[in-house]
């Protein structure tokens, strides 16, 4: 997405990687039917989080990465279910691990995902965010945000994400780019591929040189 140097190889996780056996979500496959949101409180995580994007974007690179990183990862805390979204993309397997394995790769998960969105959203040349007042209500209770960005010249691109109650209130756990290509869908064929191939230490250390890659270095 070159309209905000909003690079698809941190934040959509490189679709072209989208293999074609990958399984859909089931919210991918549904008929989807409008709904009005009862509550604000399922649309609000996502437009703090525009909000905050549009902060860092501000800053610009010309605010170091660490400071950028650490603006945004509280707000990426209350915006996204890590846990969960982790543990779909890691599949069966991850049950078998042990604590102190899912507790490293949940450590080294959040921070591609925060430097992910650092990366991607660097730069601000009039660009803003148009987060939907209606959810689309899928199946198991979930609710569809759609977020429009809309540059100051060019093409208008969509991000949609998929919410979940818990105990903490309405959270994202998967994003949908453009409308179709899932996040946790392209990442569930690479994360699985690691964990076959390496082990726990095998992804973690790949979302540790990612998240490297990601900063420059300093994350």
Not at 13 to 42: N, Q
Not at 49 to 67: N, V, W, Y
Not at 175 to 187: E, I, K, P, T
Request: net charge positive.
């Amino acid at each position: 997405m070159h309209m905000i140097r909003c690079r698809r190889r941190g934040l959509l996780a490189a679709s072209a990687a989208f293999l074609m056996g990958a399984t859909l979500p089931a919210y991918l496959a549904a008929t989807i039917r409008p709904a009005r949101a009862d509550d604000e409180s399922v649309v609000q995580p996502i437009q703090n989080l525009a909000d905050g994007l549009i902060e860092i974007m501000k800053a610009g690179t010309r605010t170091p990465f660490s400071q950028r990183y650490d603006t945004l990862a509280p707000i990426i805390d209350r915006t996204f279910d890590l846990p969960f979204v982790l543990q779909e993309s890691v599949g069966p397997t991850w049950g078998s691990l042990p604590q102190d394995q899912q507790d490293m790769l949940l450590q080294a998960f959040r921070r591609y995902t925060v430097a992910s969105y650092v990366n991607s959203f660097d730069n601000f040349n009039g660009q803003r965010f148009e987060v939907k007042p209606d959810t689309r209500a899928v199946g198991s209770g979930e609710q569809v945000v759609q977020t429009r960005i809309i540059p100051k010249h060019g093409d208008t691109h969509e991000l949609d994400y998929v919410m979940r109650q818990g105990s903490e209130g309405w959270r994202a756990v998967d994003v949908l780019a453009d409308g179709s290509v899932s996040r946790v869908a392209v990442q569930r064929s690479d994360f699985r591929r690691l964990l076959a191939r390496g082990g726990a230490e095998a992804l973690a250390k790949s979302l540790r040189t990612k998240s490297a890659d990601l900063s420059g270095g300093s994350s």
